[in-house]
């Protein structure tokens, strides 16, 4: 039982490590990123790629394989997303654009990688990092697990009180809720948008390290899986809430780890969309979400 | 000719029910309403037809019939279910729904033949009666696309807050088109399973969805033709460069990314563009001559156009 | 509920167009709107003046059913329309224009003007191609019917969306802010258009924070800052008041457009 908490609990840091940068970027430039999941897959193959070359440790592959993200992510933000907001007639026409834009940029990654490893699974096991072990109280434990627990909730936590507290924060919540007011605030639009990205990239590049080391190896179509999780994920804890973005991860994790357990294992897919069905019935504005703040 | 029908029977018939998913997808988004539940209706018919045919020995055109109604009926109640949301929320809601039924399909152990899916399914239709019927669906969708009801469906997309304010209803507009995508995405579900005699869940995952609205948005989004123009494009394609087969989803994809950032109206806006830009051609100095006669234009555009001319 | 609002109903010495009574508008905790009453005078030109963020476009919206109110009720010719559909005000004879150009962009001048007429004229074809006409007429439109809103001046995308707002017929037109960004040549142009429009005995309402313009094109005036109404009257007396100095004459960093 604490076994299965400890694993659920290394999960939802996983899912937090991958959904904080979706989050941040549809909450405050109003971007759904729908390649966020190709960029993660691509960081991290990038690294697989290195480390065959070069047997690498754990800190150098995670380094490459957070520069790759950002570099992906800024690209795509600079050559398409950008552009497309430029010309959008208005915002709703520019919405649709950016969502067909970042499907066709998803799929070019990740048919790159499968052409490259045949659709077979990939890992860092050329690279020098060894998976550890601790037995402790019967629980197991292992190093790459302790690294996900503590990267994936301290950059959680620190990230939402960063937006909570800092004055780059504040500017950013203000993009989020009304464009043309942090305009008047002086706020430089598409550099902020640029520099948002780059984090959600690196984090995404993180996300794809650490979890290619959690589970060995991963997919040219793992990212496609954790973008669909990552959708219910930031709709449960609410849109734009960073905290949101922590309780929606711990709530998916934990759901999807009930029903391992207690029923037939071909269902835990469909949790995700089970619940991000139900929470757009009940409260589309997610748990920590508020209604939407209009004001003219 | 016959020949060649007969030969390529099977693209013929793949660009056919291709190109009713993608006037399913195109319904609701020429309303403003990203939605990509048509894979969920398409679900619905192709398994609804398959299970009919194989497992309750009903006829193929019952089968077909009764299949795409169901999708219709699914389809009407998610509209009103989800009809409180509208962007991106309503999309991901879609999304959800689409993926639920996938799941189910896996699961649905000897009824939906879990993940293998239905096989075996060997009917009557031919060519004809798909084209026959893809004909009558461009008939109709074609009364969409003039006139008053095509710029109140213009005005419910651009501007759904403006259409309501210029007095039309962009709730019932937007309703209604649940039925009638959801109509037409189980029927293209129906076709295709008796095309492809075969229906798995790999055959209606999120790869289709990204295939349909890659389709629309190349076409283009305002008419069936560009749906048409997109279904050929994709499906011919691949046959006839091999290099394309090769690299499908690469070519694909930047193409997708190439139109969304260029020429979001498709090859279709495109065309009509070019279509506008050459009855105005004649009329332009006149138009100029009018403003200035108005006397209208404000100091700034003064300027910049007397810059460009002089 | 009813006899609640009737009561509270104020009396004024003419049968206004349109009334709110006690609107307010709030979001979360923000008040946009906050007990708003007044009564629009037939056949006049009034004018809601307040800064940026004073509500008054908020107020705009609650009259047009565009946004929800939190409390209070809108009523014309006598009638309580706080539960109508935004899309029949325009039925009720309220048509209005928008702060920003809102025209279609695939669309011809024609199309867009047509687009209102031919949904509250139903099946009367000869009679809203007549009134299209005459909206472009008397707007300064004609020979641009086939034209695209992008290839026009800002100024004449304006005059197409007030085409548009009257070639329905209305008996009250809304214009928010309808001179912004315009030359000084224009906005005569526009105040003249809408002198004559009064005099053919059409109500009108406008939002604006261009003081100069409003006390030139406008019968009686409301002042507005955050969200309530500070002042009303006819323009000297409303542009003297000491409240209305006070929070935007004063500021004049607040009311640039």
Same mark, same amino acid.
């Given at each position: 039982?604490?076994?299965?908490?400890?694993?659920?609990?290394?999960?939802?840091?996983?899912?937090?490590?991958?959904?904080?940068?979706?989050? *941040?970027?549809?909450?405050?430039?109003?971007?759904?990123?729908?390649?966020?999941?190709?960029?993660?897959?691509?960081?991290?193959?990038?690294?697989?790629?290195?480390?065959?070359?070069?047997?690498?440790?754990?800190?150098?592959?995670?380094?490459?394989?957070?520069?790759?993200?950002?570099?992906?992510?800024?690209? @795509?933000?600079?050559?398409?997303?950008?552009?497309?907001?430029?010309?959008?007639?208005?915002?709703?026409?520019?919405?649709?654009?950016?969502?067909?834009?970042?499907?066709?940029?998803?799929?070019?990654?990740?048919?790159?990688?499968?052409?490259?490893?045949?659709?077979?699974?990939? =890992?860092?096991?050329?690279?020098?990092?060894?998976?550890?072990?601790?037995?402790?109280?019967?629980?197991?434990?292992?190093?790459? @697990?302790?690294?996900?627990?503590?990267? =994936? *909730?301290?950059?959680?936590?620190?990230?939402?009180?960063?937006?909570?507290?800092?004055?780059?924060?504040?500017? &950013?919540?203000?993009?989020?809720?009304?464009?043309?007011?942090?305009?008047? @605030?002086?706020?430089?639009?598409?550099?902020?948008? &640029?520099?948002?990205?780059?984090?959600?990239?690196?984090?995404? =590049?993180?996300?794809?390290?650490?979890?290619?080391?959690?589970?060995?190896?991963?997919?040219?179509?793992?990212?496609?899986?954790?973008?669909?999780?990552?959708?219910?994920?930031?709709?449960?804890?609410?849109?734009?809430?960073?905290?949101?973005?922590?309780?929606?991860?711990?709530?998916?994790?934990?759901?999807?780890?009930?029903?391992?357990?207690?029923?037939?294992?071909?269902?835990?897919?469909?949790?995700?969309?089970?619940?991000?069905?139900?929470? *757009?019935?009940?409260?589309?504005?997610?748990? &920590? =979400?508020?209604?939407?703040?209009?004001?003219? | 000719?016959?020949?060649?029908?007969?030969?390529?029977?099977?693209?013929?018939?793949?660009?056919?029910?291709?190109?009713?998913?993608?006037?399913?997808?195109?319904?609701?988004?020429?309303?403003?309403?990203?939605?990509?539940?048509?894979?969920?209706?398409?679900?619905?018919?192709?398994?609804?037809?398959?299970?009919?045919?194989?497992?309750?020995?009903?006829?193929?055109?019952?089968?077909?019939?009764?299949?795409?109604?169901?999708?219709?009926?699914?389809?009407?109640?998610?509209?009103?279910?989800?009809?409180?949301?509208?962007?991106?929320?309503?999309?991901?809601?879609?999304?959800?729904?689409?993926?639920?039924?996938?799941?189910?399909?896996?699961?649905?152990?000897?009824?939906?033949?879990?993940?293998?899916?239905?096989?075996?399914?060997?009917?009557?239709?031919?060519?004809? /009666?798909?084209?026959?019927?893809?004909?009558?669906?461009?008939?109709?969708?074609?009364?969409?696309?003039?006139?008053?009801?095509?710029?109140?469906?213009?005005?419910?997309?651009?501007?759904?807050?403006?259409?309501?304010?210029?007095?039309?209803?962009?709730?019932?507009?937007?309703?209604?088109?649940?039925?009638?995508?959801?109509?037409?995405?189980?029927?293209?579900?129906?076709?295709?399973?008796?095309?492809?005699?075969?229906?798995?869940?790999?055959?209606?995952?999120?790869?289709?969805?990204?295939?349909?609205?890659?389709?629309?948005?190349?076409?283009?989004?305002?008419?069936?033709?560009?749906?048409?123009?997109?279904?050929?494009?994709?499906?011919?394609?691949?046959?006839?460069?091999?290099?394309?087969?090769?690299?499908?989803?690469?070519?694909?994809?930047?193409?997708?990314?190439?139109?969304?950032?260029?020429?979001?109206?498709?090859?279709?806006?495109?065309?009509?563009?070019?279509? /506008?830009?050459?009855?105005?051609?004649?009329?332009?100095?006149?138009?100029?001559?009018?403003?200035?006669?108005?006397?209208?234009?404000?100091?700034?555009?003064?300027?910049?156009?007397?810059?460009?001319?002089? | 509920?009813?006899?609640?609002?009737?009561?509270?109903?104020? +009396?004024?010495?003419?049968?206004?167009? #349109?009334?709110?009574?006690?609107? #307010?508008?709030?979001?979360?905790?923000?008040?946009?709107?906050?007990?708003?009453?007044?009564?629009?005078?037939?056949?006049?030109? %009034?004018?809601?003046?307040?800064?940026?963020?004073?509500?008054?476009? +908020?107020?705009?919206?609650?009259?047009?059913?565009?946004?929800?109110?939190?409390?209070? %009720?809108?009523?014309?010719?006598?009638?309580?329309?706080?539960?109508?559909?935004?899309?029949?005000?325009?039925?009720?004879?309220?048509?209005?224009?928008?702060?920003?150009?809102?025209?279609?962009?695939?669309?011809?001048?024609?199309?867009?003007?047509?687009?209102?007429?031919?949904?509250?004229?139903?099946?009367?074809?000869?009679?809203?191609?007549?009134?299209?006409?005459?909206?472009?007429?008397? +707007?300064?439109?004609?020979? !641009?019917?086939?034209?695209?809103?992008?290839?026009?001046?800002?100024?004449?995308?304006?005059?197409?969306?007030?085409?548009?707002?009257?070639?329905?017929?209305?008996?009250?037109?809304?214009?928010?802010?309808?001179?912004?960004?315009?030359?000084?040549?224009?906005?005569?142009?526009?105040? #003249?258009?809408?002198?004559?429009?009064? %005099?053919?005995?059409?109500?009108?309402?406008?939002?604006?924070?261009?003081?100069?313009?409003?006390?030139?094109?406008?019968?009686?005036?409301?002042?507005?800052?955050?969200? %309530? !109404?500070?002042?009303?009257? +006819?323009?000297?007396?409303?542009?003297?008041?000491?409240?209305?100095?006070?929070?935007?004459?004063?500021?004049?960093?607040?009311?640039?457009?």
């Amino acid at each position: 039982m604490v076994q299965d908490l400890l694993n659920a609990t290394t999960l939802a840091s996983i899912y937090v490590l991958f959904a904080l940068g979706m989050s *941040l970027v549809w909450g405050t430039i109003g971007i759904l990123n729908f390649a966020h999941g190709s960029i993660f897959m691509f960081s991290a193959f990038i690294a697989y790629l290195v480390v065959q070359q070069i047997p690498l440790g754990m800190p150098a592959v995670i380094a490459i394989a957070m520069v790759s993200g950002a570099l992906i992510a800024v690209a @795509m933000q600079y050559l398409v997303f950008q552009p497309i907001m430029k010309k959008a007639k208005n915002p709703h026409a520019g919405e649709l654009q950016l969502v067909i834009g970042g499907i066709g940029l998803s799929a070019i990654p990740i048919s790159f990688a499968q052409r490259s490893t045949l659709s077979n699974p990939f =890992g860092f096991s050329a690279g020098t990092f060894e998976t550890q072990a601790y037995t402790i109280g019967g629980v197991i434990i292992t190093n790459v @697990m302790i690294i996900i627990l503590i990267v =994936g *909730l301290g950059l959680g936590v620190g990230t939402a009180l960063w937006i909570r507290n800092s004055k780059k924060g504040l500017a &950013l919540r203000a993009l989020g809720v009304d464009p043309e007011v942090s305009a008047m @605030m002086g706020i430089d639009r598409p550099k902020l948008a &640029l520099a948002t990205m780059l984090y959600s990239g690196a984090l995404a =590049g993180l996300a794809g390290a650490l979890l290619t080391y959690y589970f060995n190896s991963i997919t040219s179509e793992s990212g496609d899986t954790l973008l669909l999780k990552a959708f219910a994920i930031i709709i449960l804890g609410g849109v734009g809430s960073i905290f949101g973005v922590i309780l929606g991860s711990f709530i998916l994790a934990f759901a999807e780890f009930a029903v391992l357990l207690y029923t037939n294992g071909s269902w835990v897919t469909a949790v995700s969309f089970g619940l991000l069905f139900l929470i *757009l019935l009940i409260r589309p504005q997610g748990i &920590l =979400g508020k209604k939407e703040v209009r004001r003219t | 000719m016959m020949g060649w029908i007969d030969q390529n029977e099977f693209l013929i018939g793949s660009t056919l029910t291709v190109f009713l998913l993608a006037i399913s997808i195109q319904i609701p988004l020429r309303l403003g309403v990203i939605s990509f539940a048509s894979i969920g209706y398409y679900a619905i018919g192709g398994y609804g037809t398959a299970i009919l045919m194989t497992q309750y020995d009903v006829s193929t055109w019952t089968s077909v019939v009764v299949a795409s109604m169901a999708a219709a009926v699914v389809a009407t109640l998610l509209g009103l279910i989800i009809s409180r949301l509208n962007g991106l929320y309503l999309a991901m809601a879609t999304v959800s729904f689409s993926l639920l039924l996938s799941a189910i399909a896996v699961n649905g152990g000897s009824v939906t033949g879990g993940a293998v899916g239905l096989f075996g399914v060997i009917g009557d239709i031919t060519i004809w /009666h798909t084209a026959g019927i893809a004909v009558v669906i461009i008939f109709l969708v074609s009364f969409t696309e003039r006139g008053k009801l095509s710029r109140r469906i213009d005005a419910t997309r651009e501007d759904s807050q403006l259409a309501s304010a210029m007095g039309i209803n962009v709730t019932a507009y937007r309703r209604l088109s649940f039925p009638i995508s959801g109509l037409i995405g189980g029927l293209a579900g129906a076709l295709a399973v008796n095309l492809k005699t075969a229906i798995n869940p790999e055959s209606v995952n999120f790869t289709l969805v990204v295939l349909a609205l890659t389709i629309i948005i190349i076409g283009g989004q305002a008419s069936w033709i560009g749906a048409l123009a997109g279904s050929l494009f994709f499906v011919w394609l691949p046959e006839i460069l091999v290099f394309v087969g090769e690299w499908e989803e690469v070519v694909y994809g930047t193409l997708v990314v190439f139109a969304a950032v260029l020429v979001p109206g498709g090859v279709v806006g495109v065309f009509n563009d070019w279509r /506008h830009r050459r009855s105005v051609a004649r009329e332009r100095p006149k138009v100029a001559l009018l403003e200035a006669a108005a006397g209208e234009s404000d100091a700034e555009l003064t300027q910049s156009r007397s810059g460009k001319d002089g | 509920m009813e006899t609640s609002e009737a009561t509270k109903a104020p +009396t004024y010495d003419y049968e206004p167009v #349109a009334e709110a009574r006690g609107v #307010a508008v709030h979001y979360g905790g923000i008040k946009a709107v906050d007990g708003v009453s007044l009564g629009l005078r037939p056949g006049n030109i %009034s004018g809601i003046l307040g800064p940026n963020g004073s509500g008054k476009t +908020t107020l705009l919206g609650a009259l047009t059913r565009m946004v929800q109110l939190t409390r209070g %009720s809108v009523w014309c010719q006598g009638q309580n329309y706080s539960q109508v559909k935004s899309d029949r005000v325009i039925t009720l004879g309220i048509s209005r224009t928008f702060q920003t150009v809102r025209l279609l962009p695939e669309r011809t001048v024609w199309d867009n003007i047509i687009l209102s007429t031919d949904v509250v004229f139903k099946r009367q074809g000869d009679k809203v191609e007549g009134l299209v006409k005459e909206a472009i007429a008397r +707007t300064g439109l004609e020979g !641009l019917e086939k034209a695209r809103p992008d290839e026009l001046s800002y100024g004449m995308q304006r005059r197409v969306e007030i085409a548009r707002a009257i070639a329905v017929q209305p008996r009250l037109l809304f214009l928010d802010e309808p001179t912004a960004g315009m030359s000084r040549k224009e906005r005569t142009d526009i105040s #003249a258009l809408m002198r004559s429009l009064r %005099s053919e005995g059409l109500t009108q309402l406008i939002v604006e924070h261009d003081v100069g313009m409003m006390v030139e094109t406008c019968d009686y005036l409301y002042a507005m800052n955050f969200g %309530s !109404l500070i002042a009303e009257g +006819t323009p000297p007396v409303v542009v003297r008041d000491a409240a209305v100095q006070e929070a935007y004459l004063g500021k004049h960093g607040r009311h640039d457009a």
